[in-house]
């Protein structure tokens, strides 16, 4: 179990805060943001808002992108007696704004909610998954050569996008839901040029657009032909494109969204499914 | 020999179409069911073959193929759909409103170019 | 500030002032405001944190800021430019100086004699803030007040219905509008837009006409120019927008939502109050909403993990003592409710203590029609426990949904659940928070009682030191008096919780809990059939029985009630065999 948190250019405040719920389970590692080499095997990430820290939303988008799409939570302590909206460092990447102020009870139990492990999926969540995993290479390995392999799932209940461009369709009929995949700006240019077999400075960003828009739509497509006859069969509308990062979709309490990461070499890129099978839908194997 | 290729997408157009240069035939571009009646209309129905989308914003590729099929004039255009819809049902009902062949995306350049070759 | 603020007005601005943060946020959503000129201490916050805030906020990170501090007092001025002040004036200064060094920053306009512009309100005297506004002629004046309007207008836009993305209108004529926003998409792509109005939320239909984005990957002045469906909602819209254009006032900031009034709300909540406590001043709620608002983030921060064997799947709702959550028992392969104690209550050990005897409470309750327990909890100091989860909704839903339950169904329901609180009082348990919500009626349309959270047993009951615990709704008048209690008040609850069952209507209304309290208290109790005509008078008199003010004027226990219940029952049954009819329990007198 990965049990690292590492605090970055945090005052004794917030480290005593820390240190104090802690325990002896979990190391606390104190850092400064210049001196961060890995965040592989970290639990958590604080960062703490500052008068002399003009950069802080900067690192928070740099922590994020490091983060690899992973569920890392980053969690911003706040000192300062008057706040302005927390929404910057949310939109930033941050997963939760705690003042000190806040009880100590509250800042306790947040960031215990947070350091809990991630589940794995149910068995019926798994259905699902597996069908999308498996097309999401399939797709990109047809059209791309690419060889992409599945890192890990886990399960929020906001459609959150962080990441620079994201194809996203809404399925319908049937089955009901979101399908959305998100990249970095980077690993998109590489796939939109080998899908059309030309050089990446030739590729712009509408073609950005309406690739990783084609993308979405064929993973779409491929996954519902695996579940017809069962509950998971939907049909795919035209898909949209939301640029840019931080954004937050939607929220659901009913259905958990599911966070697929995939890595191509060595980087990586998310595929985030809601789907909602259909109640009157036939079950697997009628 | 001139060809329309009709789909949402224009990383997909482009990617039939540098499928086609080497065969040299004069490719037109249309990006919904709309403009491929629009293209047909400027090159007077002279048109040997149309690569179909199957989901595109307003006219869908299935009710242009079938107004394709309804027209007189440009009912005989062998009609080629290349689309992510899958499933068997999709593509016969495809092929009973008159598509000529099916291709389902994703593919491989060596798919679509087999697809291309074996349709025209 | 008085003479800062007359020498540019002189120079040819107008100026808006204002004393604190909230009158600067109020002015600039409804001014086009240039420049800021700002002292280093407002009445609420300091210049430093207003403007970090405007700096923030993408709307307005580009307007000049300018601080503008007393000589004794200069506060840093590197700090200031850190931050993003463009420049730092330190006064007293030459009005001349001060228009000098403001003008390099936004000029003046041309002065113009037929123009008045508006005067500054001399009642206002002395001012923290100043604010720059231009206005050269009128067509300008009208096109800044557009874009200023325009600006506000904060809008939804949606492929499905179900994700809204946040839009912001840059330009709108009779046809459409041209959207600021991230969601991009295709030439004919159709979606929704959400537009707020005085009256509501309204709902247009439209379909991309173009997009435009920088060749870049950021989200930055991309948006998507769309046209927009003729339609009533839309004609709607675009008369409210041109009259706000023509009278010049800007609309308030449409909200989002309309929401209950706070306090009707929390009548329907159970209520911890403590006696002593009470008072409710604007900062206690300030500090509660605060409070549920880190509850909430709590509970979210589990969606998705697993505590011990337990994989937590969705978030249910939140109850008197936690959240509730559906679950997956990976161990015994079945779906479980976690109820995990909140944040507030787990720093407390009374209350801790309290959630484990809820869970021994259940324990003990043996019973098809009661909610069972599996198993209790700590990982992490996270306490929660695991049991029986329901699938269906709580007669609450129900009642909402406007499902008929005066019928032989709903009376069925009444009588399980009597013949369940029978053994809870058998017991010496007192459930104390009996209402709708906590009656669950599964998918094979069996009920379960829920969520016993606050119940205690009849001999704590009588010292009874927490002070009021119930919803507001269906409390008893001892529960509210802090008098001693036994399973009497529960008959008092599930009485008014069927009565707002049957009648659809609770049996008190108000427009505060304490409103509604005092109706428990003090006012008599609107008969039933008065509230449905379609309830016998027999049914009626019942429930009113059970929610008599004195408990000795209740029924003193369960089993008489349920014995009356199914003699009314059988008399219901037999009238609908004969009649065929739905149910009506009353049986109207045959005319002569
Ligand atoms: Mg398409």
């Given at each position: 179990m990965l049990n690292r948190i590492i605090a970055i250019d945090c005052s004794p405040p917030v480290i005593n805060v820390l240190n104090d719920f802690l325990g002896d389970t979990i190391t606390l590692e104190s850092l400064s943001f210049k001196n961060i080499?890995?965040?592989?095997?970290?639990r958590m990430i604080i960062l703490q808002e500052g008068?002399?820290?003009?950069d802080l939303l900067k690192q928070i988008r740099k922590l994020r992108y490091a983060c690899?799409?992973?569920n890392i939570p980053i969690i911003v302590f706040r000192t300062m007696e008057n706040k302005g909206s927390m929404e910057p460092f949310i939109t930033a990447g941050a997963t939760e704004v705690i003042s000190l102020q806040d009880p100590p009870a509250a800042i306790r139990q947040i960031l215990s909610g947070h350091l809990i492990p991630n589940r794995q999926p149910l068995k019926e969540e798994t259905e699902y998954i597996d069908s999308f995993v498996k097309n999401t290479c399939a797709v990109l390995k047809t059209v791309a050569s690419l060889d992409v392999s599945f890192e890990e799932v886990y399960f929020d209940n906001d459609f959150k996008i962080f990441g620079d461009v994201s194809g996203l369709i809404a399925l319908t009929g049937g089955a009901e839901g979101i399908l959305g995949i998100t990249f970095y700006w980077p690993l998109a240019q590489t796939i939109i040029a080998r899908m059309m077999g030309?050089?990446?400075?030739?590729?712009?960003a509408e073609l950005i657009h309406d690739g990783v828009a084609e993308i979405v739509n064929m993973i779409g497509g491929t996954t519902k032909k695996d579940f017809?006859?069962?509950?998971?069969h939907f049909e795919i509308s035209l898909p949209s494109v939301i640029v840019g990062s931080?954004?937050?979709l939607g929220h659901s309490d009913k259905m958990p969204i599911a966070v697929l990461v995939f890595r191509a070499d060595s980087q990586y890129f998310a595929v985030q499914i809601c789907l909602k099978p259909d109640p009157n839908g036939k079950t697997n194997g009628k | 020999m001139k060809v329309i290729i009709a789909d949402d997408s224009k990383v997909m157009r482009n990617i039939i179409q540098n499928a086609m240069r080497p065969m040299g035939t004069e490719i037109i571009q249309a990006g919904s069911g709309q403009e491929v009646f629009e293209q047909l209309e400027i090159h007077g129905?002279?048109?040997?073959?149309i690569f179909m989308?199957?989901?595109?914003?307003?006219?869908t590729g299935l009710e242009c193929l079938k107004l394709l099929k309804k027209n007189e004039k440009y009912k005989d255009i062998p009609v080629l759909m290349i689309s992510t819809e899958s499933e068997d049902d999709k593509v016969s009902i495809a092929r009973e409103a008159g598509a000529k062949g099916y291709l389902t995306k994703p593919f491989t350049n060596e798919e679509l170019i087999k697809f291309i070759n074996s349709s025209i | 500030m008085k003479e800062i603020s007359d020498s540019l007005f002189n120079y040819g601005y107008s100026v808006s002032t204002a004393m604190d943060m909230r009158g600067v946020l109020s002015s600039l959503s409804s001014d086009v405001i240039e420049l800021i000129l700002c002292d280093n201490k407002l009445s609420d916050v300091s210049g430093y944190d207003l403007l970090h805030f405007l700096k923030n906020d993408p709307l307005r990170e580009k307007i000049p800021f300018i601080f503008c501090v007393p000589l004794h007092d200069q506060g840093s001025a590197k700090k200031a430019f850190k931050d993003g002040a463009t420049d730092f004036i330190v006064y007293p200064i030459e009005p001349g100086d001060m228009a000098a060094r403001i003008g390099e920053i936004c000029p003046p306009p041309k002065k113009d004699n037929n123009e008045s512009a508006p005067q500054p309100?001399?009642?206002?005297?002395?001012?923290a803030t100043q604010m720059v506004k231009i206005t050269n002629n009128d067509e300008e004046r009208r096109d800044a007040k557009r874009a200023a309007l325009l600006r506000i207008l904060k809008i939804e836009i949606s492929r499905n219905g179900i994700l809204w993305i946040p839009g912001q209108i840059k330009n709108i004529s009779a046809k459409g509008m041209f959207i600021k926003t991230s969601m991009l998409g295709k030439a004919g792509v159709e979606l929704y837009v959400r537009v707020s109005l005085p009256s509501g939320i309204s709902v247009v239909k439209g379909s991309i006409k173009h997009i435009t984005f920088k060749?870049?990957?950021?989200?930055?002045d991309a948006g998507i120019g769309v046209e927009i469906e003729k339609s009533a909602e839309w004609v709607d819209y675009l008369k409210y927008i041109k009259s706000h254009l023509q009278k010049g006032s800007t609309p308030a900031i449409p909200q989002k939502v309309q929401e209950a009034p706070q306090t009707m709300k929390n009548a329907e909540r159970t209520l911890f109050l403590t006696r002593g406590n009470d008072d409710s001043d604007e900062e206690n709620n300030a500090d509660k909403n605060k409070g549920a608002s880190l509850e909430k983030r709590f509970y979210q921060s589990l969606?998705?993990?697993?505590?011990n064997n337990y994989k937590v799947v969705s978030f249910i709702g939140a109850g008197a003592m936690g959240g509730v959550f559906k679950g997956w028992?990976?161990?015994?392969?079945r779906t479980v409710a976690l109820k995990v104690i909140s944040f507030e209550l787990a720093a407390q050990d009374k209350f801790r203590e309290m959630f484990i005897k809820e869970a021994r409470f259940i324990s003990q309750l043996?019973?098809?029609n009661i909610a069972s327990i599996y198993h209790i909890g700590n990982e992490n100091q996270i306490l929660y426990f695991a049991m029986e989860y329901i699938e269906g909704a709580s007669m609450a839903e129900l009642i909402k949904k406007g499902?008929?339950?005066?019928?032989i169904k709903g009376l069925d329901y009444l009588i399980t659940i009597c013949e369940a609180l029978d053994l809870v009082s058998q017991k010496n348990i007192?459930?104390?928070?009996?209402?709708p919500a906590n009656i669950m009626i599964n998918s094979q349309d069996i009920v379960k009682l829920v969520d016993f959270g606050v119940a205690i047993t009849v001999d704590v009951g009588e010292k009874n030191k927490e002070g009021i615990v119930g919803s507001p709704f269906y409390i008893s008048p001892e529960a509210i008096q802090g008098l001693p209690m036994d399973h009497r008040s529960d008959i008092y609850s599930l009485g008014a919780s069927f009565y707002h069952a049957f009648t659809?209507?609770?049996p008190f209304e108000g427009d505060s809990a304490e409103e509604v309290l005092l109706k428990h208290l003090n006012e008599e109790l609107t008969p039933l059939r008065k509230k449905?005509?379609?309830?016998?008078t027999a049914l009626g008199k019942v429930i009113e029985k059970m929610m008599a003010k004195e408990p000795d004027n209740r029924?003193?226990?369960?089993q008489a009630l349920v014995k009356l219940l199914k003699s009314l029952k059988s008399k219901a049954a037999k009238f609908q065999k004969i009649?065929?009819?739905?149910?009506?329990?009353r049986i109207k007198r045959k005319p002569s």
């Open positions: 080499r890995e965040l592989k095997d970290c008068d002399e820290k003009p690899h799409f992973r030309t050089d990446e400075d030739k590729i712009n017809v006859g069962q509950p998971y931080g954004h937050q | 129905g002279k048109v040997g073959a989308d199957w989901n595109m914003p307003g006219m | 309100d001399p009642e206002i005297d002395y001012s060749n870049l990957n950021v989200s930055e969606i998705g993990k697993q505590l028992d990976i161990a015994l392969e043996d019973h098809p499902d008929k339950l005066y019928s007192i459930h104390r928070d009996l209402k659809g209507f609770a449905n005509p379609a309830i016998s029924f003193q226990d369960y009649k065929n009819a739905t149910l009506i329990f």
